[in-house]
Each structure stands twice: as structure tokens, then as C-alpha cells.
């Protein structure tokens, strides 16, 4: 599957901070906010090192402003798994009126979630249909992103004598005399963010596995290929590699994602496995450059994803403005020229061009994105589609299996671990 270039797939973006959450559900008398009643809606959002509260702060404004009578309420998930957050609020029947991510075949299954019109699409950069599921499209992207980059730094390459490399074996080459060098060669993290662990195995699983075979994920759902099979387990076995030549940082499994955004800016590491928005994380000892996972046999692969998706709550008092609202974020130019400073997030709108303060990264990173010479596919494993979509459940599953992975693990290990749970969850 080939992706047009101002287009991506989709992906759990990350961050968070704690907030009282309260009043999720909209309680305002039915009115339309145009006319100039109150209507209060309720947005569940996140934020990040990058992404602050004053930023949601301010896009919320713009969107009263030009809505009188409406008020935006923001809310904020308390840890960074914004899906099991979302999850704890379906179940106590607080879901908020618009979300800013949600586990979307799950909520669609449970009737949470309401379907945008195709109107609602207009003017936004995405394919006909998609992310539909059973031909409705619940999900409004609002963005893309590298998905996962290698995320490094110049100065500890040339120090080492190195060039970024286009194949594995220079990666595992580059990679040694960085450790010789005395330059820890990759920053993973997990601690309180297992979803922070993947990334390295993703790359590897992407470049070279969709890289070759871009509907693979659809064929495994279908039953028709394994991840027992010799071109999945070799990416796998390319992760080992890594593992046992000692390449990772010893407190991978410790530290979360906040801690590896600091850790980073230091100088100390070589290389930072990560999805797009870590572009925007910038350091004062050196300036960040990205390059794609290098593939086996050398063939220039791009993984991509969006941002992630907004949603509207099926129960939301107001759902023909909780969808005004949604797009009018998604279509807010500022917000998206404030998400390529802050996110390194690329606009999938037009009129929005690289504002002043765009990290080095995330220019370097567009310009990879907009390279006719890189095939793109989905960045494994967060697609969205009816062909594609993992079972509900699998995805935290594969987290566990990374994990154990990760701690030592064998590749016999982990194949079968996530192919039995794919099994028993592909219901």
C-alpha cells in the first residue's frame, strides 16, 4: 500500500499530566452555540514536555472566539496512556464530548463513538474512506508523522568516525564504534510508559517486513501469514542482535519517556528510536538530525502514521457541534503550525507553512517524509483500517512481549507470545 505524501497513518501520539478530571459529560441546556447560548464541551487532550497546557489553552480560545456562546472545557488524561484512560471513562459513563484519542475499534464495538460525515473531510489530506470501519469513518486525523524515526546525533557520529548508515550491518557497524567511542549507541525507555519500549523493534518490523510486503498486516489478520515467519522473526532476530551486543542503555527498562527526553539532551546517546514528535525534543550540547531505519538489503523505506485521531463521543448532548468543533481544531492553521514547533507533527491541511523555531529535526524529518525516493508504508503496528486493524487487546500484549523482550528474551519467545495472543484475540 503506497500513501500519498501530504497523508499518513495512524498512531497513539504520546504525553500527559494530571488534571481533576470533572464534568466529562456536557450538562448544558441544548442550544446552538452560533445563536449565542451557552454550550459548554468537554475535550479530553493530553500534554507533553512539548505540548503544555497554555498551548490547548490558547487553541481553545481561537475556537470560542469564533463560536459565541460556546465554552470549551479541556481535560487532561492523568498518565500517558490516554486509550486506558479513555477506557476507565467509557466504563464509569464519563465520556467527554470530544477526544483527542481513543482505542477506536473497541469504542466503535461498544457504540461510543460518532461516525463524521464525509463532509467533514473536506480540506483535509486523507484518502477517501479512510480509517473507515464498516464504511463510517469515526476517526478525524489531524496530522502525520514519521513513524518511528532513528532520531541521532551528528557530533557523536563524527566523533566516532561514522555516516548514517543505509543498511543494517552498517547500523550495527556504526554502532560499535560508537561504543567504542565510549557513546552509549541507542536511548530506549519504558518505566511507566511501556508504550515507549517498541519503538526500535517497530522501526526494524516496518523497514523491512512492511517495507517488503506493505499488506502484510492485513494478510496476519487474515491468518494467511505468521509472525513466526522467517521474514518477521528476522527483524526480531535483529533486535537480539542488538540487545546482546550490549548497544542499549542499561536502564532501558526504567526509565520513562519524560526521563528519556532529558536523557537525550544531553549528548550522551547516540541514537533515539522514536515516533515522529520527538523531533521537537531539543538539546543545547548538540542539534538532532533523523534518518530512516536502515533495511536489510539497503531499499529506502519510510514509515508514517498521523497524528492521533480526534473523536466524538455518541453521547454527546451536541453532536452536530462537537463535530464543528473537532474540525474546526483539525483545521485551525495556527494549531497546526503551533504542532510542528511543539509536536513536529506535519500538517495535513494547506496554508501552513514550517514556522520560525521548527526544530532542525522535524525540517529534516519533512524533508525525508516529502522524498519521492522512500516508499512509505504504516508504521507497525498502529494502523487503521478494516484489513489491518490488530484485535482489540493485542497491542498491550505486544507491549508485555517487548518488555520481556527487551529484559532478555529469546525471538522463539516473543514470536509465539504475540502470535497466541493474536490468535485468542482475533475473534
Known sequence: MRFLRATALAVVAVGASAFALTGCTSNSAPADAGAGEPVTLSFLTYTSPNVTKEFWEEAASTIEADNPGLTIELLYTPTLDRQGYARQLLASGQLPD???????????????????????????????????????????????????????NPDAFAAAGVEVPTTFDQLVTAAQKLKDKGTTPFLLSSGSDTWSTQFILNSLISANVLGNDPDWMAKRKAGDVSFSDPEFRQSVDAFVELRDAGYFNTDALSINYTQANAAWATGDYAMWPMGGWAAAVTSDAFTPGVFAMPTFDGAKVLPVTSGAALYVSAATAH???????????????????????????FPIISGVEAPEGTAQATLDGLALYENPDYTQVSGFPNVVSNDDLPPVGWPAEYEKAVQALL?????????????????????
Open 319 to 345: 453532536p452536530d457541534l462537537a463535530r464543528k468543533v473537532a474540525v474546526e481544531l483539525v483545521k485551525n492553521t495556527k494549531l497546526q503550525s503551533d504542532l510542528m514547533v511543539n509536536d513536529a507533527q
Open 407 to 427: 529484559a532478555g528474551g529469546s525471538t522463539d519467545q516473543f514470536v509465539t507470545a504475540i502470535d497466541d495472543a493474536w490468535n485468542s484475540l482475533n475473534k
Open 98 to 152: 470530544i477526544m483527542w484519542d481513543a482505542p477506536l475499534q473497541e469504542f466503535v464495538d461498544a457504540g461510543a463513538l460518532l461516525p463524521f460525515e464525509p463532509s467533514d473531510y473536506e480540506g483535509i489530506n486523507v484518502p477517501e474512506g479512510y480509517g473507515a470501519i464498516d464504511g463510517k469513518q469515526y476517526s478525524l486525523f489531524n496530522g502525520s508523522f514519521i513513524y518511528p524515526g532513528v532520531y541521532y
